[in-house]
């Protein structure tokens, strides 16, 4: 149980496109989901939080109008990047919770490497 | 301030030798932490959690203490294999807080 997929797994495109990535609970109802990126050889940062049918809460420093986040419903979240340049290229992981998770437990997404070119 | 340090940053071990990885944090008020495996190219996997009451935790070769006094944690692995070869994040919890604080990681590879 509590699986968390993503798509795509990797993309690639211009600069000046949008990406968008979506994440999925396969087999639980997530309130909560979280976007979180990664560059090479560092920890995961928190840029975002999501709860189903409201606004996403922005991480200071996170340009909610370039990283648009939906949480339209309870298995899923979508991840647009606007205008995307190289130096937004990384690796995007979501999370997901539900309300009755144990230790506020957060299940992972395999993550999505994003390169612009 | 709520931090989370790992040491190493990196390690090289022999297959089937034990390791052990660690993890000082000031993140307060606690509520739990958790080891978590992560493979190049994928997302975090956990290994284990702990609250504030238990010292100790183990998942196969993976065994995980706390000491919720002296605020530090170590991930023990024993008789380590080539696919232990990994990240290693230690990430803890603040209670009624809705975030995770992530340490930078320790980096394992472990070669024949």
């Known amino acids: 149980g509590a699986v968390v997929s993503q798509h795509p797994s990797w993309v690639i495109c211009k600069s000046g496109t949008s990406v968008k990535i979506e994440c999925r609970s396969l087999d639980f109802q997530a309130t909560t989901m979280f976007w979180y990126r990664q560059f090479p050889k560092q920890s995961l940062m928190l840029m975002a939080t999501?709860?189903?049918?409201?606004?996403?809460?922005?991480e200071q420093g996170v340009e909610k109008d370039k990283f648009l986040i939906n949480h339209a419903s309870l298995t899923l979240s979508t991840l647009t990047v606007t205008s995307a340049h190289p130096e937004d290229s990384s690796f995007y992981i979501c999370s997901a919770r539900t309300d009755v998770s144990s230790y506020n437990e957060q299940f992972f997404g395999p993550g999505t490497r994003l390169t612009v070119l | 301030k709520n931090q989370v340090e790992q040491s190493p940053q990196s390690l090289i071990i022999l297959e089937g030798k034990n390791c052990t990885l660690q993890?000082?944090?000031?993140?307060?008020?606690?509520?739990?932490l958790r080891w978590y495996k992560q493979d190049t190219g994928r997302g975090p996997v956990s290994l284990t959690i702990m609250t504030f009451s238990e010292n100790t935790k183990s998942n196969g070769r993976y065994t995980a203490t706390l000491d919720a006094d002296t605020k530090q944690s170590s991930l023990h692995i024993t008789a380590s294999q080539l696919s232990d070869s990994a990240s290693y994040i230690c990430v803890v919890s603040a209670a009624g807080a809705n975030n995770l604080f992530f340490g930078t990681g320790t980096r394992l590879t472990v070669i024949p």
């Open positions: 993890c000082n944090y000031t993140v307060s008020p606690f509520s739990n």
């Open positions: 999501s709860n189903e049918g409201s606004k996403a809460t922005y």
